[in-house]
Structures are given as structure tokens and as C-alpha cells.
């Protein structure tokens, strides 16, 4: 089975949303709707996922949820990690019931990061880029390019994603996450 990474960078907007979202106009991108998440995360009974630079969180948007383990960050220019992602059941009774499962195990609970999401697809140079604008309760409007890849194409991935960053006009990444962010915020461990 082949091993599936996340490539991603992140910028924080404050006044350029209108400027990034015309040129995401100008490139075809493809515009969702707006979608509210709830990501719960959870650190682990026996080592500090803070330190081994590791997530576990439940994912719920609207009815749907997901359960997603992200591993330690590969490199600096991006924010490439490997990721395991799986769909749950429907329903926030099964959120629920797996974050008691998690807690009954000794997982701790951290925190429930909030957003509005809105997804805009791009396909390039037979790539599907994934743009993400998120207004992050807390703390503000960023924006997310991403790519998915194996192992074989992190470095031509990496690259992908930095020039279509470069064409929106961003070019100061933010390397934390939204859950160290808000917790680094609000005085607290981080626990990632």
C-alpha cells in the first residue's frame, strides 16, 4: 500500500481575501460552497503528540465526520506530512461515541478548532489543487494550497504548490498549525 502525504502551505490573509480570491478567478479555480468544520483533537495517553509533532483529530462537517491521523512534518519549505484519513458513520451521536472510545483509552481531549471553510478546486498541469479559505474562529482569515502525493512526488509536489502560491501574490507562510495557534493564543500546551 502506498503512502499518502499532504503538501500544504498556509498564509494568514488579514486584508488581501478580495485581491487572492479574484486571481483564484483569473486561474479557473472552482469555487464550493461554504462548509462550517468542528475538529476535535486529542493527545495521546503515553507520548506528547506536541512532541513528536503528530495529530489525531474527529472531523464533523455538518452530518459527516472523519477520523484523521497526521504524521510528523517532512522538511520546512512546505508543511508536508503523511496523512491517514478515514469516514466514520454519520451523525453527531458517532462523533460523540468515538471521542468517548478515544477518552476511555486515555486519549486527552485538547480542544475543538471552529471554521468556515470554502474550498476552491484547481486543476493544473494535471494536477487537482485543493484551496482552502478558512475563517478560523479566534483567529482569523487564512488561506490553505494543497496537494495530496506519494512519496515519489513530494519534491515536484512542494514545488507545485509553492509557485501557484507565488502566482496569488503570497509568499509568507504560516508553518502552524490552527490548533497550535490557538492554543499558543490562549496560554496552553500545545498538544498537536
Known amino acids: 500500500m502506498s503512502e499518502t ?20 478567478q483569473q486561474l479557473g479555480a472552482i469555487s464550493g460552497a461554504d462548509a462550517v468544520q468542528a475538529d476535535h483533537y486529542f493527545n495521546h495517553p503515553v507520548r506528547d503528540f506536541a512532541q513528536t509533532d503528530e495529530a489525531l483529530r474527529i ?6 465526520n472523519w477520523v484523521t491521523w497526521k504524521g510528523p512534518k517532512i522538511g520546512s519549505r512546505t508543511k508536508t506530512r503523511r496523512e491517514i484519513e478515514l469516514p466514520l458513520g454519520d451523525g453527531t451521536q458517532t462523533a460523540e461515541q468515538l471521542s468517548e472510545v478515544l477518552q476511555i483509552l486515555g486519549f486527552r481531549s485538547v480542544t475543538v478548532v ?44 512542494q ?13 509568507q507562510t504560516e508553518p502552524r498549525s490552527y490548533l497550535g495557534m490557538l492554543l499558543q493564543k490562549r496560554g496552553e500546551a500545545s498538544g498537536e
Open 5 to 24: 502525504f499532504e503538501v500544504e502551505v498556509k498564509f494568514f490573509l488579514s486584508d488581501r481575501v478580495a485581491m487572492v480570491l479574484a486571481k483564484l
Open 59 to 64: 472531523r464533523s462537517v455538518g452530518d459527516q
Open 114 to 157: 471552529r471554521k468556515t471553510r470554502k474550498l476552491h478546486e484547481l486543476t493544473r498541469n494535471g494536477r487537482r489543487f485543493e484551496i482552502a479559505l478558512d475563517e478560523v474562529d479566534e483567529l482569523g482569515t487564512f488561506l490553505e494550497v494543497e496537494l495530496m502525493a506519494d512519496e515519489a512526488d513530494l519534491k515536484s509536489a
Open 159 to 171: 514545488d507545485a504548490v509553492l509557485e501557484l502560491a507565488r502566482e496569488l501574490g503570497l509568499s
